[in-house]
């Protein structure tokens, strides 16, 4: 079957960094995509890799590694409205998207 | 219209019922897709448009339906509403179908 496996929470504290990991399990793979959250609002888009290496937009970075099946979002110079879930999610062979369940990151003050 | 939108913002619907969930986008995008998206699982796929006049299944299709007459509208219907269809429903769109996905502002349905 296919899997996407992230953190289901993770807390930080303003100012600081954050990196969110993702590994996956897909029928083969087209790119990964990373969307943010926020409580009671539709995901927008982040970040897409799908070429090994880091991606770096501002205060994101993304990062892949297809042979381990890994990527991660590393998140700078936090903000409280940076509060939100991130959800990572894979292209398969279908080009489907394959989502995981996401993770809810807290921001401290 | 600005983007992609979803009609209603939300539904109380009763067991048995039919209901159809609007969808239209006017970035003149190719793909349209229909997700549900229910506490602590991942959006899941329920249909798929790669094209106008085309559609196709995804992960969970059973009891919806949909229809792609035209590029910018992608109705969703549950033909005979159950209490596991209650969820919050997103309607999404994107160029191509390796592209980045626009998502509508969600229709959260409760089926009693």
């Known amino acids: 079957g296919q899997n996407i496996d992230q953190p289901t929470e993770m807390t930080a504290t303003e100012g600081a960094i954050v990196q969110i990991n993702c590994t996956y399990q897909?029928?083969?793979?087209?790119?990964l995509f990373w969307y943010q959250q926020h409580a009671g609002e539709a995901p927008t888009f982040l970040s897409y890799n799908v070429l090994d290496g880091l991606e770096e937009k501002g205060r994101f970075s993304s990062f892949l590694s297809r042979s381990k099946g890994y990527s991660y979002l590393l998140l700078k110079e936090l903000q409280m409205k940076d509060s939100a879930s991130y959800l990572c999610?894979?292209?398969?062979?279908?080009?489907?998207?394959?989502w995981g369940a996401g993770t809810k990151l807290i921001i401290k003050p | 219209i600005a983007g992609i939108t979803q009609a209603p913002t939300s539904q109380i619907l009763a067991a048995g019922r039919r209901m159809t969930l609007r969808c239209t986008q006017d970035m003149r995008h190719n793909a349209m897709y229909w997700y549900r998206q229910d506490l602590g699982l991942g959006l899941r796929l329920i249909h798929y448009?790669?094209?106008?006049?085309?559609?196709g299944k995804g992960e969970v299709p059973d009891g919806y339906s949909v229809s792609r007459a035209n590029t910018d509208d992608f109705p969703l219907t549950l033909a005979s509403a159950v209490p596991s269809q209650t969820s919050v429903y997103f309607c999404?769109?994107?160029?191509?179908?390796?592209?980045?996905?626009?998502f509508g502002p969600g229709t959260r349905l409760t089926v009693l």
């Open positions: 999404a769109s994107s160029r191509g179908s390796d592209n980045e996905q626009f």
């Open positions: 897909t029928s083969g793979f087209n790119g």
């Open positions: 448009s790669n094209t106008a006049g085309t559609t």
């Open positions: 999610a894979v292209l398969d062979s279908n080009y489907q998207l394959i």
